[in-house]
Structure formats: structure tokens, C-alpha cells
């Protein structure tokens, strides 16, 4: 990137919210069903098929919302968006354009240099998902499209950012810590490899020093958080060549080729006017009232940041500890289940950032599926510390306990082990041998 240009990027970003069935029908939204078996004459938008909107999907959004610090909108209302394309059979989506169920909010991230920052939020309004379509190489005839409507109306809500972003690393760090802040939340997995989270990129540049925002290009198709950060990369580094060369930026929408590293043309962009929107006139307005919202807002966990910012305070813990420890609710819940067995807050740190932690990425898994209670975990702390095992025991002991799930009291029972824990630990480093 040369000194002479600024990128201007905001990240339109749509989430699955986990709810059971769909938004405007009692199909349900799991992921992966054989095609088309989860389907109704409401989602498949069969004329006179009325709609009825999925109170929980109102709950997540809210829940969303008030995560992100958004002013929850009492009256809120839905609108069609008009546009004729095979996925979507009634040839409109139903979304909120008007008056959004969410304004305002912010993110607020930090890169690996300490550094914080806080970008705001238009708003965050709720629609329905559109089917799937699936191109015929490994079913049916290759030249043949096929729809897959088991994601139509699955629902969503759409979080769009301010255009204050200027680098495509941040836009890494926002979606990730979106993605944190949700799942806080509980409003979804927001996986990207699986499109439970999905991101559209507006990028433009302009002369550093100049207000007015240069012709923007929209990237879609990113299925990964670092695909997120090439792809804007990509994107500033053409749009620069272009203005550097001479040329115009054309306003267009592209996609995101993973494999060759590149965005291609996909479509010229259309504006809001182009999809003529109008009040959905099916629905009722979503009316909720200070109740509903304080409700909602006590049921909401400890957020990360405040979280993180506890973590080093009450437990001494570096930022970049307290980062990681908090980076997933269910890593900061089982932390504090250990510490309540032993209050030893760096230590137990340790262990779970480095030993457990490892065996989460080894087996891609929740960190409560390691099969290490965190009372086992504490406990196996402590054995050490009071020298009853050395560290080198305690992490074959370790390996151990992740084998079988068991205690190190159990494993020191399996061994015929004495009475006395700490004498039994101790002979039991005979049954260990060096590796
Ligand atoms: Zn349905």
C-alpha cells in the first residue's frame, strides 16, 4: 500500500441465529439435511402461504443487539426486497430496511501490538435466508443448476458496520471478534467454513487527506476469517493500480477466488432503488417494550472485554493471557471452574493455555470435550505444586487423564497405588519411565 491512498472498508455481515425452526415457518434450520426435507409451503413461498414470525428469533437478534451495545428499536418493522433469482422462489426476501430492530453499536478490537480500537455500527436489522443453489458436476447433469431450499427463511440478522475500517487486518480482527461477542451472546456458532457467518466487504480508496469516499467495490465469498483479510488485501492492492494507472474504479460486486487468490467481476452493483422495497404487508410490526429489553439484558453473560479486563486485575494475568482466556466463553467458564478448585491463577493459567489448549486444537474440539474436568485439572496443578509430582510426571500423568477421561486420583488408584495420595504419586513415578 503506498502512502498516497487510505482504504475505506465496511463489512456487512450476516449471522445464522440458532434458533430451532425457521423465522416464518416451524420448519427446522439444522444444518446438513438432505436436500430439500426441510421445507414448507411457507418457505418454499407458495402464493397465500402466510407468514408468522419466530418469537425467538426476535430473542436472538435482541440478545445480539444489546452484546454489541446497540439501542434496541421498540417498534420495528419488516419490508420486502425485491429481486427475481432461483434461490428465492417468491422472488423477494423479507428483510428490515425502514426502521431495524438494531442502531448504532461498536466493536472493539486488538491486534497483536496491544492496540485497541473501536469501530461503530450503522445498525443490525433481521431477514430471512435464501435457498441454496448447487451446480450439477456431482449431481445430475453438469450443465444443469439445481435449488436446495432448506436454507430458505433460515434466520438472520445483518450487522453492518460504519465505513471506518482501513486495513484488511482489521477487518480480520472485526470479524473475529464479532464472532467472539456472539458466541458470548449465545445467538450462534457463527462458523464461517459451514456459512454461519458470512461477510461482504465494501472497499474503496481515496487520496489521504480527502473527505468524499472513492467508487467502492463489494467482495463476497470469503469462507474464513484469513480469506477475509487476502481478500480485502487483494482488493486495495487492485483498486490501487487501477487509480494509479489512470483508470476508474468501476462500482460492481466480485468474488472471492480462495485458490487463485484473486477477486472477480460478478455483477455491477445494484443500489437500494434497483430492488423497489416496500412494507412487508404479511406481518405485523415487531412491537417490544422496556420489559422485554431488560429481561433480554440480564440474561446476557460477562463480555469478553469486561471479562478480559477482570482477568488481569483480579488474577494478574498479562493481556495477552487474559486475551486468550476470554477469547472463548466456554475457555473463560472452565478456567474459573479450576480456579475455584485451586486458586492459583497463573498456574492454572499455564496448564490450560498451553497442555489443554493443545489438545482442543489437536482434536478441533470444545474444551469441555477434552475430557479433562477442571477440577482434575486444578487438582493435577496442585499435585505439583505442593511437589508432590514433578512437572515432567504431571504432564505424563496428563496424557494419561486425557486417555481415559479419569482423575489423577483414579489413575493413581489403578496403579495400586498407596493410601496416601502424595506418597502414592510419589512411588508412582517408578511407573513412569523416561521418554
Ligand atoms: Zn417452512
Request: hydrophobic share 35%; charged share 25%; net charge negative.
Amino acid at each position: 500500500m503506498s502512502t498516497k491512498y487510505e482504504p475505506v472498508i465496511g463489512l456487512e455481515v450476516h449471522v445464522h441465529l440458532n434458533t430451532k425452526s425457521k423465522i416464518f415457518c416451524s420448519c427446522s434450520t439444522e444444518f446438513g439435511g438432505q436436500a430439500n426435507s426441510q421445507v414448507c409451503p411457507v418457505c418454499m413461498g407458495f402464493p397465500g402461504a402466510l407468514p408468522s414470525f419466530n418469537e425467538e428469533a426476535l430473542r436472538k437478534a435482541v440478545l445480539a443487539g444489546l452484546a454489541l451495545g446497540c439501542d434496541i428499536q421498540k417498534y420495528s418493522r419488516f419490508d420486502r426486497k425485491n429481486y427475481f433469482y432461483p434461490d428465492s422462489p417468491k422472488a423477494f426476501q423479507i428483510t428490515q430496511l425502514f426502521m431495524p430492530i438494531c442502531l448504532g453499536g461498536s466493536v472493539t478490537i486488538d491486534n497483536e501490538r496491544g492496540e485497541s480500537k473501536t469501530f461503530n455500527l450503522t445498525r443490525i436489522h433481521i431477514e430471512e435466508d435464501a435457498g441454496k443453489l448447487i451446480h450439477g458436476e456431482n449431481l445430475g447433469s453438469a450443465n444443469s443448476s439445481y435449488v436446495d431450499l432448506n436454507r430458505s427463511s433460515v434466520p438472520l440478522i445483518e450487522i453492518v458496520s460504519e465505513p471506518e475500517i482501513r486495513s484488511a487486518e482489521d477487518a480480520r480482527l472485526y470479524m473475529q471478534k464479532l464472532q467472539i461477542i456472539l458466541r458470548y451472546a449465545g445467538v450462534s456458532d457463527c462458523n464461517m467454513e459451514e456459512g454461519s457467518m458470512r461477510c461482504d466487504a465494501n472497499v474503496s480508496l481515496r487520496h489521504i487527506g480527502q473527505e468524499k469516499f472513492g467508487t467502492r467495490a463489494e467482495v463476497k465469498n470469503m469462507n474464513s476469517f484469513r480469506n477475509v483479510q487476502r481478500a480485502v488485501e487483494y482488493e486495495i492492492k487492485r483498486q490501487e493500480e487501477i487509480l494509479e494507472g489512470g483508470g476508474v474504479v468501476r462500482q460492481e460486486t466480485r468474488l472471492w477466488d480462495a485458490t487463485k487468490g484473486i477477486t472477480m467481476p460478478m455483477r455491477t452493483k445494484e443500489d437500494a432503488d434497483d430492488y423497489r422495497y416496500y412494507p412487508e404487508p404479511d406481518l405485523p410490526p415487531v412491537v417490544i417494550d422496556d420489559n422485554y429489553i431488560n429481561d433480554l439484558r440480564s440474561k446476557l453473560p460477562e463480555l469478553p472485554d469486561s471479562r478480559k479486563a477482570r482477568f488481569m486485575k483480579d488474577f494478574g494475568l498479562s493481556f495477552a493471557d487474559a486475551y486468550l482466556l476470554t477469547s472463548d466463553i466456554d475457555y473463560a467458564n472452565y478456567y474459573e471452574e479450576a480456579l475455584k478448585a485451586y486458586n492459583e491463577p497463573k498456574k492454572v493459567a499455564n496448564w490450560v493455555m498451553s497442555e489443554l489448549l493443545r489438545i482442543v486444537n489437536d482434536k478441533v474440539c470444545n474444551i469441555y470435550q477434552a475430557n479433562i474436568a477442571p477440577k482434575s485439572l486444578a487438582e493435577l496443578v496442585q499435585l505439583i505444586d505442593s511437589g508432590a509430582i514433578s512437572g515432567k510426571q504431571g504432564k505424563e500423568i496428563f496424557a494419561l487423564m486425557v486417555e481415559s477421561g479419569k482423575t489423577p486420583a483414579d489413575i493413581v488408584k489403578e496403579h495400586n497405588m498407596a493410601s496416601s495420595k502424595k506418597q502414592a504419586l510419589l512411588s508412582l513415578s517408578g511407573n513412569f519411565s523416561p521418554r
